[in-house]
């Protein structure tokens, strides 16, 4: 069976890349480049393989690499649509419409993997970035760690989401004169064969808070917190605020807990009062007020994305992501 390898590089306190997705400070120089070159000569991106003089050079270990968003986005904002032609690409995003045939866009990463692992071939190359490997941590069958002898203090994680110790077992190890090591490491048996939890707890955190000029949403449940499907948040909104006017492209449900909600519609207002749960339909503009301070819990499938009437494209929810 193909296995999910995540092949990253990341410092010595574990980020893989800045705050901003910088990289450029991970060297690629000297024996360090020609072990990388000669071993995984398929990762590297598909402009890069002439200047570094492995065009032709046969894949090692990967056909198929996927990865986030955030990590396609980069080179698709200088024009590259396909950064890896030479093998099958996945990004995974509820909002990107693919802009190349080349590249196949998905929502679900953990039902691709699986299918992918059904099919034959050789591994499948998780490239990153940290929130996806923490959606797929339960899929990852293998760590290679490109470990850097560099410290950053602050920046995009190897695994960017809930607390849930997994271990893996070190089976690998290279090294080199400048500092770097490669270790390989596969998923501890134990950690594989055991039983899913029947419950997943979530504990409120302030990693979780989104302050607007309008209100402070504090996301609960979440694809990057443990859930697989919905998303639930809390809303507090100070007297006289008001949101936008917007659309959601999922229901939502809103159970207000104190104070009162004034929802606008297709210019009908309705008062919903604590105690009281308004459903939303999808795709339809509303204007959230508080003529008093109001709590509310709200839920909602997680893939939804918000519209602004007058703006394009859509925008994800944070505190729902």
Not at 29 to 50: Q, S, V
Not at 96 to 109: E, F, H, K, N
């Amino acid at each position: 069976m193909r296995k999910l390898t995540y092949f990253i590089h990341a410092t010595l306190d574990g980020y893989i890349a800045g705050p901003e997705g910088q990289y450029d400070f991970f060297p690629f120089e000297g024996e360090e480049a020609d072990a990388i070159l000669a071993d995984f000569p398929e990762t590297m991106p598909t402009p890069a393989r002439a200047p570094l003089g492995i065009a032709d050079r046969a894949a090692q270990r990967f056909d198929t690499v996927i990865m986030g968003r955030a990590t396609y986005d980069p080179g698709l904002k200088v024009g590259m649509t396909s950064p890896y032609a030479h093998l099958t690409q996945y990004v995974v995003s509820r909002t990107l419409v693919s802009p190349d045939p080349a590249v196949t866009v998905v929502d679900d990463p953990v039902a691709l993997v699986r299918e992918l692992k059904k099919q034959d071939g050789m591994d499948v190359w998780l490239c990153g970035g940290g929130k996806l490997a923490s959606a797929l941590r339960d899929e990852i069958d293998e760590l290679i760690i490109k470990r850097e002898p560099i410290v950053i203090g602050s920046g995009i994680p190897l695994f960017d989401g809930p607390f849930v110790p997994s271990r893996f077992v070190p089976v690998a190890t290279r090294s080199f004169d400048s500092g770097l090591t490669i270790t390989t490491f596969s998923k501890d048996a134990k950690d594989s064969n055991k039983e899913a939890p029947a419950v997943h707890i979530i504990t409120p955190s302030d990693d979780a808070v989104t302050v607007s000029p309008n209100a402070t949403m504090s996301g609960l449940a979440s694809p990057s917190r443990g859930s697989a499907e919905l998303s639930t948040w809390t809303v507090a909104m100070d007297a006289g605020a008001s949101g936008p006017e917007h659309s959601i492209s999922r229901e939502q449900v809103w159970t207000v807990t104190a104070g009162v909600l004034e929802v606008t519609c297709d210019g009908r207002t309705e008062k919903v009062v604590a105690g009281q749960t308004l459903v939303l339909p999808p795709d339809l503009v509303r204007r959230i007020h508080a003529p008093e301070r109001v709590e509310a819990h709200v839920s909602m499938r997680s893939d939804g994305v918000a519209s602004v009437p007058g703006t394009e494209g859509t925008r994800e929810l944070p505190w729902a992501r």
